[in-house]
């Protein structure tokens, strides 16, 4: 079964592009303005619909980006919903970018600057007024991205991939992470690996990767793979279609084992390939794959999970 592609009407799209402060939100402007967006930081909300159908914006087909937050004159999250509905002639859309407190706490204190809501107290104290301050906003963002873990050049490649103008078909992202490291904050769907036996612990295989035949097909051989990967599919090859029909056009799978190397790897190759069987075009993330191997790392994980085959 195939993805039924129905192209969506050439429509510009308004992405309002909001959050915590420190996410990201430069970032993300002007990785969008390099794609060819026309962007614009902390527009007060009086002048959404002229910027938007002004006569001086040169391009009234391209898309339209817009920054707001806690600094923005007249920012409500409870109402921008609604604001972005009723401008008329686009495909409204909301980006919350997030990333964890410590994060937050910690790009702050590299850049010295002050939390917008906190001038003269700890950045973590403005941090949990601004997370429920947006938490509205949160609850009605199409999409959340959490940048926690992303690298600026991760980032952009996110966001091309999510916003690039290649065409209007369904953008599937497989990525392989470890568990060990922190879950994969840009999936939808996550599936854990950890059931298998772990090729890490096997002198030949450690310095491998799933990349690598001899890993691949290790895991491959092992007890539950093929059920595991059939049944995966066939839910994929069912869920996918339906997501587009939704009107979600970006969907990030992700496949989890310990460390990020080996048993994830293998899993993200082989189901990349399924779908391109099944007419689906994905995209494939390795997060984790150039670390090292890290004994410690893989055996304090499993000992948490409970017995492992070794």
Not at 39 to 51: R, W, Y
Request: proline letters at 7%.
């Amino acid at each position: 079964m195939s993805v039924a592609r129905r192209p969506l009407p050439r429509v510009p799209r308004l992405l309002l592009v909001t959050g915590m402060s420190g996410a990201g939100k430069s970032t993300v402007l002007d990785a969008l303005e390099d794609m060819g967006w026309d962007t614009v930081d902390n527009l007060p909300t009086s002048l959404l619909h002229d910027f938007v159908h002004g006569a001086d914006r040169p391009r009234s087909n391209a898309h339209v980006a817009v920054g707001m937050d806690a600094r923005s004159r007249g920012f409500d999250p409870a109402a921008l919903p609604a604001l972005l509905r009723s401008i008329p002639g686009v495909r409204p859309e909301i980006l919350y970018l997030d990333a964890t407190g410590a994060e937050l706490i910690r790009r702050y204190g590299e850049t010295r600057r002050r939390h917008p809501l906190s001038p003269d107290r700890p950045a973590e104290d403005g941090i949990g007024r601004e997370r429920d301050l947006t938490a509205a906003l949160r609850l009605a963002a199409d999409a959340v991205l959490d940048t926690t873990d992303l690298k600026p050049a991760d980032l952009r490649d996110h966001l091309r991939q999510r916003y690039g103008d290649e065409g209007d078909d369904l953008v599937v992202t497989i990525t392989s992470f470890g568990f060990a490291r922190g879950i994969s904050r840009t999936s939808d769907l996550v599936f854990d690996l950890r059931f298998l036996p772990n090729p890490h612990w096997i002198e030949e295989l450690r310095p491998l990767t799933g990349a690598d035949a001899p890993v691949s097909e290790y895991v491959a051989a092992q007890d539950g793979w093929d059920d595991f990967m059939d049944r995966t599919e066939e839910m994929l090859a069912m869920l996918l279609p339906r997501y587009w029909e939704a009107g979600k056009t970006y969907v990030g799978i992700g496949f989890g084992c310990t460390g990020g190397r080996h048993r994830s790897v293998a899993a993200a190759i082989a189901m990349a390939e399924r779908l391109r069987n099944r007419g689906f075009s994905p995209n494939i993330r390795h997060r984790d794959l150039g670390l090292r191997p890290n004994d410690s790392l893989e055996q304090g994980q499993e000992r948490n999970q409970g017995p492992r085959d070794q």
